[in-house]
C-alpha cells in the first residue's frame, strides 16, 4: 500500500515569514495530492491539491509544488498571518482507488 | 451543491453503552463514503469506507461497524463502547476513483466522549 509521510510534525514561524510542510509518498501510481487545513475542533478543509501531470500550482498565497521522480509534495505558505494556525494534512490517492492515504499532520503556528 | 451532515455533534456516553452515528450526503450519487477517527491532537485513522450499498470495507479491527443502508447514507455503530473509543469522528465522502474529480470532503464531526 501508500505510505505518506509528512514533516514537520510542529512548525513556528513569525508573521510575514513563509512557512514550508514537506510530505513524501512511496506509490509511484499516486496521481493526486490534496492538502486540508484543520482549525481547531473543525473539520479538515481542502485548501489546495495537484495532480500528477503537473508540477505547480498557486492559489494566492499558497502554493503546492510536486516532484514525482523524487515522491514528495510540498506545501507552501507566503506571508503568514496569525489565522493560518492551524494543523495542516497531506494526503495521497492512486488513480482509480478509492482511499486517501494521510500524512500525520504539522501543527503550524504563526506567532504575531 | 453538495453537502454533508452529521449528527449528533457531541456525544457522551457511559463504557459499555451503544453507539450509533449518522451521515447523509447531499447533492451527489453513488458516493464513495468514508468514517475517520482523529484521537486529541493526533492524525486521521480511516475506519471504513464504502463504495456502494452494502459493500463495506473495514480498515482497521475493532468494536466498529459500518453499514450503508441507502446511497447517501452511511452509519458508525458500536455494541459496546470502549474508553479507547473517545475521539473526534469525521465522516468524509468522494467520487468513484478515476480521471475526473478526486477530491474528498468531510462532514462536520462528532466529538464522542466515552466515560
Known amino acids: 500500500g501508500e505510505n505518506v509521510e509528512q514533516h514537520p510534525s510542529t512548525l513556528s514561524v513569525q508573521e510575514g515569514d513563509s512557512a514550508v510542510i514537506k510530505c513524501t509518498y512511496s506509490d509511484s501510481a499516486s496521481n493526486y495530492f490534496p492538502w486540508y487545513k484543520q482549525e481547531l475542533g473543525k473539520r479538515p478543509q481542502l485548501i489546495i491539491d495537484?495532480?500528477?501531470?503537473?508540477g505547480e500550482k498557486k492559489d494566492q498565497r499558497i502554493a503546492v509544488t510536486l516532484n514525482k521522480t523524487a515522491k514528495h509534495f510540498s506545501l507552501h505558505i507566503t506571508e503568514t498571518q496569525p489565522e493560518d494556525s492551524a494543523v495542516y494534512f497531506c494526503a495521497a490517492r492512486k488513480y482509480n482507488f478509492n482511499k486517501f492515504y494521510f500524512g500525520s499532520g504539522t501543527k503550524l503556528n504563526v506567532k504575531p | 451543491s453538495q453537502t454533508i451532515h452529521q449528527w449528533p455533534a457531541t456525544l457522551v456516553q457511559p463504557v459499555g453503552s451503544p453507539l450509533s452515528l449518522e451521515c447523509t450526503v447531499e447533492?451527489?450519487?453513488?458516493?464513495?463514503l468514508y468514517w475517520y477517527r482523529q484521537a486529541a491532537g493526533r492524525g486521521l485513522q480511516l475506519l471504513f469506507y464504502?463504495?456502494?450499498?452494502?459493500?463495506i470495507s473495514s480498515e482497521v479491527p475493532q468494536n466498529l461497524s459500518a453499514s450503508r443502508p441507502q446511497d447517501r447514507q452511511f452509519i458508525l455503530s458500536s455494541k459496546k463502547l470502549l474508553l479507547s473509543d473517545s475521539g473526534f469522528y469525521l465522516c468524509?465522502?468522494?467520487?468513484?476513483?478515476?480521471?475526473?474529480?478526486?477530491?474528498?470532503?468531510f462532514g462536520p464531526g462528532t466529538r464522542l466522549t466515552v466515560l
Open positions: 464504502s463504495i456502494g450499498i452494502g459493500q
Open positions: 447533492g451527489t450519487s453513488n458516493p464513495n
Open positions: 495537484i495532480r500528477s501531470n503537473v
Open positions: 468524509a465522502w468522494s467520487v468513484m476513483g478515476g480521471p475526473g474529480p478526486n477530491e474528498q470532503f
